[in-house]
């Protein structure tokens, strides 16, 4: 059995998609094909992690490199695209195909959140001339990853007042300089959709290339997500062609809030998926101790944490499935569920994990485990993609000032 898939075996086997296939006849879109495929998608994941497994001792250069290993073997077997729309050389399934992805990679690992999809890149695919579109796409569907460059130390919750600044030559080209802090993907990104200040105070975002002439990176080391890299973005006058910016200049707020609100939906989505590796594997240790005679029975606060985290992780899955469509679609209210669902979904899986890791007892919170790992990982996420007191105020402001007032205060993006 493959590290990375301990859910059991034989008749007993556990597997991410047996969570996905009730929630399909609600789904507008999602067909027996899509579940098909998405079962296709984890036999895949579970082959690449017997010989890629992420977990264990190795150190964060192994990681990384077995990261990017599985991310461009997924887009070989022409998974990686699969919610990719068309005009942007994906298969074009809906976005919900996307969430459930999310949810197998992390129902494995959470440190698989890069396995398919464009993620940050999908601001490229999107806003960017065509010229940088050509250029970073194919790269992308091919495996590379794109980072985004939002949050500074300074302003994490006031992203307007943002430090990084540019100077405009009269040909159009920004000169940027300022330290963008918490950054994921931090040495694997190819390029970087980094979010600026123009000269008249208005957000700009541009895409960068990673390897662009005063750029550099400075890694730290986080206590969870650690499998792709994470620190400090540094630019010290990195020049941006007026072809680079995405959009087009002072879109930045606009771009940045369309993006996450289909961005954390996803999120939440893997976030769930570990929180049902972790049940999975809950209920297989129980199963496997009372077979074996170990415990007589099932106490009953063992069977309500099951019964009641069972019901959390779906109705926050549901409920990012239903996000990610109004995003898909362009619906207003995408903004506002994206902010909630991500807080109140992450904080059940959050929940979830810990309450399951007490009914396992030693198994649960051993250093190494992988109950611990998803422990960490969850708390990670607790802070990434948005505080999640923000993220509630945010929705909370939307849902009691007038439209007329003007639009929330941007949360805290750490990415």
């Known amino acids: 059995m493959p590290a990375g898939n301990p859910h059991g075996s034989g008749e007993h086997v556990r597997r991410a998609s047996r969570w996905l296939a009730p929630l399909q006849p609600g789904l507008t879109g999602v067909t027996d094909l899509d579940i098909a495929e998405l079962r296709r998608f984890e036999d895949a994941l579970i082959g690449l992690l017997c010989d890629n497994s992420v977990g264990g001792d190795v150190g964060p250069r192994v990681r990384s490199e077995r990261l990017q290993r599985i991310r461009a073997a997924i887009a070989t077997y022409g998974h990686l695209g699969l919610a990719v729309p068309g005009r942007h050389g994906g298969l074009g399934r809906p976005a ?32 960017a001339s065509p010229t940088v579109r050509d250029l970073w796409l194919p790269e992308l569907l091919a495996g590379a990853v794109c980072g985004i460059a939002v949050t500074e130390p300074h302003c994490g919750s006031h992203v307007r007042a943002t430090g990084t600044t540019a100077t405009v030559t009269a040909d159009g080209t920004r000169t940027i300089t300022g330290t963008k802090t ?17 000269p008249d105070g208005q957000l700009s975002a541009a895409a960068v290339d990673a390897r662009s002439e005063g750029l550099t990176r400075c890694p730290g080391t986080p206590v969870g997500l650690s499998g792709w890299t994470w620190g400090e973005l540094r630019l010290e006058a990195v ?3 007026p072809d680079e910016i995405l959009g087009e200049p002072g879109a930045g707020m606009r771009l940045m809030r369309q993006h996450f609100a289909a961005y954390r ?41 099951i019964g009641r985290t069972y019901a959390q992780i779906n109705a926050d899955l549901l409920a990012a499935c239903v996000t990610t469509a109004l995003a898909e679609a362009g619906n207003p209210l995408a903004e506002r569920w994206g902010c909630v669902v991500k807080a109140h979904g992450v904080d059940a899986a959050y929940q979830a994990v810990s309450e399951l890791a007490r009914v396992t007892g030693d198994s649960g919170v051993v250093a190494g485990s992988a109950t611990a790992k998803v422990v960490r990982d969850l708390n990670a996420l607790l802070y990434a993609d948005g505080i999640h007191v923000s993220l509630y105020r945010s929705a909370g402001r939307s849902l009691t000032i007038e439209p007329t007032v003007g639009p929330p205060r941007e949360p805290i993006l750490v990415a």
């Open 96 to 127: 919900v195909v996307q969430a459930f992805m999310q949810f197998i990679c992390g129902y494995y690992d959470l440190d698989l959140r890069d396995s398919s999809g464009l993620g940050h890149g999908s601001l490229i695919a999107e806003q």
């Open 239 to 241: 020049h941006v062609r």
């Open 182 to 198: 918490w950054i994921s993907r931090l040495t694997e990104a190819a390029v970087f959709c980094v979010f600026f200040a123009e």
């Open 265 to 305: 939906p996803l999120v939440t989505a893997t976030a769930l998926g570990a929180a049902a590796g972790t049940h999975d594997r809950t209920v297989a240790a129980l199963e496997s101790r009372h077979r074996s005679g170990d415990i007589a029975g099932l106490w009953d606060n063992a069977l309500i944490t």
